[in-house]
């Protein structure tokens, strides 16, 4: 029996639900009878994914929402709470991995990434927070990328952004754990099986049936499982990487 059905309906927010990771892990929680509150900037182009869920059963509602506006983060999180369902587990996905040398960063550059790597995820945290606090229970996961870990060449406005979102779920968890509710951060570290994967890198897609990318469905599995972990043995940071990578 899903949990829908068993204790009252619930929802997963997923901002940043795009064609792979986003859009998996929304598929995989509908699965369970969570309500699929995806979004992405333009609305539209949700319609494929939400009539998958449906398609498989699930029920899924799709908006358009810039996740570096409070505003628009602020009324996302009441109106799904006030129509749809309780937010019971909310999941930052927003990507920016953008490559710049450092000459040629500019500050537009520099201040886009970070709005979207980790001003974006602030803003989703919170509001996820403020809802779940009362109920004293919830699950927050922050997606990151090898950049949390370390910073490369071409690379410091996104590696900068991660680290500072990896602080971010940390602090959130110290913070929020006493209080029952499960912060997490995962690092995906490799390619992830995607149509940009496919067409700019087709030796590293060429790996694909060995193991050698990423699926966008063992991911979301991974999220699944650390939503439903015992309190005694919650996960805070997780790493995933295909064997290929070296580490």
């Known amino acids: 029996m899903s949990q829908s ?28 009878g969570f309500i699929a509150c995806v979004t992405r900037r333009t609305a539209d182009r949700l319609e494929p994914l939400l009539a998958q869920i449906r398609g498989e059963g699930g029920t899924a509602y799709g908006f358009g929402c ?14 799904i709470e006030r129509e749809i369902a309780p937010i019971e587990v909310a999941v930052f996905n927003v990507g920016g991995n953008v490559r710049f040398g450092i000459t040629e960063t500019t500050t537009r550059v520099y201040s886009k990434v970070w709005e979207m ?5 602030f803003l989703m945290g919170r509001e996820a927070a403020r809802v779940m606090l009362p109920r004293g229970r919830g699950t927050i996961i922050f997606t990151g990328a090898t950049a949390s870990l370390r910073g490369r060449e071409g ?47 087709p030796e590293r897609y060429a790996t694909r049936d060995r193991g050698g990318i990423l699926d966008p469905d063992h991911i979301a599995e991974t999220y699944w499982q650390i939503h439903r972990q015992p309190r005694d043995a919650w996960t805070h940071e997780t790493e995933l990487r295909p064997w290929i990578e070296t580490w």
């Open 5 to 32: 059905s068993e204790q009252g309906k619930k929802a997963i927010l997923v901002v940043g639900a795009g064609d792979a990771t986003g859009g998996a892990i929304a598929r995989r929680f509908a699965r369970e």
């Open 66 to 79: 810039d996740a570096r506006s409070e505003e628009q983060t602020i009324a996302l999180v009441e109106r």
């Open 117 to 121: 790597s980790c001003l974006a995820g």
């Open 155 to 201: 690379f410091a406005a996104f590696a900068g952004a991660k680290h500072a979102l990896r602080a971010l779920a940390q602090s959130m968890a110290r913070e929020l754990w006493p209080k029952g509710i499960h912060v997490a951060h995962t690092i995906i570290d490799g390619a992830i099986d995607t149509e940009f994967i496919r067409g700019n890198f």
